[in-house]
Structures are given as C-alpha cells and as structure tokens.
C-alpha cells in the first residue's frame, strides 16, 4: 500500500517451466484466462509471493523518510480516496458496487454500459456483464489509460468486476477518482454484446 519499492534482483535458473511448477498458485483472480493477449505473459506465477518481494531494508528507509506522521498521511489519504470512489459510483448511473463499502482500499464495482440497464432480469444479463469489464480493461491497454484490475467471484455467481485497488503512491486525488469512472464510462458507453 506504501508503494515502498520492490526488491530488484535476478534469479536464473537452466529448467524451463520450474519456476511455475514450484510457486504456481493459480490465482484466478490475479491471472484471468480470458484476456485479449497470451496469458504465458502473466509472470506473477512464476515468482515468490506473485512477485511482491518487499524488502523489508528498503521499507524501513522508505519509513525513515516519511516518518510516522508522514505514513500515516498517506494511508488515511488512501483510505479517503477510496472513500470518496465508493462514494461517487454510488451516485453515478451505470456503477453498483459489488459490496456497499469497501474493505481495506479495495473497491469493487460493475459498469453497466447502456446496452445492458434495465435488463437485469433477463437470463443473459450476467453471462453478458461477464464480458464488460474485459473489452474495457482491453481498451484502457490499448489507449494506455489506466490499469484496472478485474476479476469474477464464481462461487458467489458474481460475473467479472473491476477491482480498483487505491495505493497511497502516487498520493490519489479526487480528481483522479473522477477520471476513473469518466474513463470507464467513455470506454464502456458504445460497447455492444453478442447475445
């Protein structure tokens, strides 16, 4: 959440493939399968720790610079910005959250382009907002606009939602909040869905 800086080292080994046979979770939802691109390319199984290797040395001096005041600061301002997200899908026309608050600076949410609103009780309408958040999320990478995680909950019959995990670096703004859902709306206003 710090954004304190990863461990930069190189371990290279001679078999292919023993890397993710030894440290493959199958973490499906960080390594979606129905990606636009060749998911062989998804490297966080194939790392300790999905390639979060914080070093602790490297927080502390991170720590050291900010001080407590300063750490603190940049979690309630996370924690304030996620907030004010939940807040505004909450308002916005085409958003519903998946929960009604978020939990740590994890906000979940459907768009519901145009195409969709008010068929909610049609028998497609789920199989349908399972492919949303994946032809968006395609766009963002193409325009290179942002970088929005997505996943589905199967065991609940929860379809793919994006999953916007606010860090406190860079420090978030309102205004960065407002781009998010403005991006996703532009992204996903003309979408049309194969029935």
């Known amino acids: 959440m710090f954004g304190a800086p990863l461990q930069c080292s190189a371990f290279l080994i001679n ?111 789920l199989q349908q907002l399972e492919k949303v958040a994946p032809q968006i999320k395609e766009q963002m990478v193409k325009e290179g606009t942002m970088m929005i995680g997505y996943q589905p909950l199967s065991h609940r019959g929860w379809p793919n939602f994006f999953r916007m995990v606010v860090s406190a670096t860079p420090a978030p703004t309102q205004q960065d909040m407002d781009m998010v859902v403005s991006e996703i709306e532009r992204l996903g206003q003309d979408i049309q869905l194969e029935t």
Request: charged share 25%; proline share 2%; with cysteine.
């Open 15 to 125: 078999e292919k493939g023993l890397l993710h046979h030894c440290n493959c979770a199958g973490a499906t939802y960080l390594f979606q399968q129905d990606k636009f691109y060749d998911v062989s390319y998804d490297t966080g199984d194939k790392s300790l720790q999905c390639g979060r290797k914080v070093d602790s040395f490297k927080l502390w001096l991170f720590w050291k610079a900010k001080g407590d005041l300063g750490a603190e600061q940049m979690i309630d301002n996370a924690y304030e910005s996620a907030r004010y997200l939940t807040n505004v899908l909450k308002s916005r026309e085409g958003f519903q959250l998946v929960m009604s608050e978020f939990q740590c600076t994890n906000v979940c949410f459907w768009y519901i382009p145009p195409c969709l609103r008010g068929k909610e009780k049609e028998a497609t309408f």
